[in-house]
């Protein structure tokens, strides 16, 4: 069964204090993973999809990478529009995605 | 690009009553749509997916007498809850994968806050 663990559960950071949230996954046949930025009361907005180990995608001060077996999202000199809950998900051999449970963000400034 | 809309943003409703709640593809084409549901601070569970112009499948322990799902068109998929009660108070959110793009990637709706009292 396809599984995604996401840690910590939540981080606090300062303005400008880089760091990096952890997606580890099992999955038969990883088609893509893929993470989302979730705002309260809102719908998970697209950030990245990644296709094999190795691939590394950038968008403003954020970075995805994957592995074989994990991915992280590092945040670089996060400001406190960044803070959300960041919700990693793979798909593997069927059509559906398999959310972690997501890692809540908070930037003070 | 890539926006899927949800009507209505949220709703409150009496116990006993139906609900239909309205996903749509507004720039592309969608095969594919899914409908989630989404406890306070907990991640997103999987009810149903829906391939225009077929049934839906749904996921295990989703009652799909109770969950009507209809995907009548590529651009719209409806969610009717229908004999709704206070434990179906949750956000509900749907999903589109474009059918022309040979990618995964699923694009959000804004969600539905259902309340039943």
């Known amino acids: 069964e396809d599984q995604v663990t996401q840690s910590p559960e939540a981080l606090r950071l300062q303005e400008g204090e880089s760091s990096s949230l952890n997606c580890s996954y099992t999955v038969s046949g990883l088609r893509g993973l893929f993470w989302y930025r979730q705002d309260p009361g809102k719908g998970p907005e697209f950030l990245f999809t990644l296709y094999s180990a190795g691939e590394e995608k950038e968008k403003e001060r954020l970075k995805a990478t994957l592995t074989k077996k994990e991915s992280f999202l590092h945040i670089t000199a996060p400001k406190p529009e960044d803070s959300a809950t960041y919700l990693c998900?793979?798909?593997?051999?069927?059509?559906?995605?398999?959310f972690g449970t997501g890692t809540r963000l908070l930037v003070s400034p | 690009g890539a926006v899927v809309s949800q009507h209505p943003s949220w709703v409150i409703c009496k116990s006993g009553t139906s609900v239909k709640i309205e996903c749509r593809s507004l720039?592309?084409?969608?095969?594919?749509m899914f409908w989630y549901r989404q406890f306070p601070k907990q991640s997103l569970m999987l009810m149903a997916t829906s391939n225009e112009g077929s049934k839906a499948t749904y996921e295990q322990g989703v009652e799909k007498d109770k969950f009507l799902i209809n995907h009548a068109s590529l651009t719209l998929s409806t969610l009717t809850v229908t004999s709704a009660h206070p434990e179906d108070s949750s956000f509900y959110i749907c999903?589109?994968?474009?059918?022309?793009?040979?990618?995964?990637?699923?694009?959000f709706g804004p969600g539905t806050r259902l309340t039943v009292t």
């Open positions: 999903s589109a994968r474009a059918t022309a793009v040979q990618t995964y990637e699923q694009y």
């Open positions: 998900a793979v798909q593997g051999g069927f059509q559906k995605l398999v």
């Open positions: 720039d592309f084409q969608a095969t594919t």
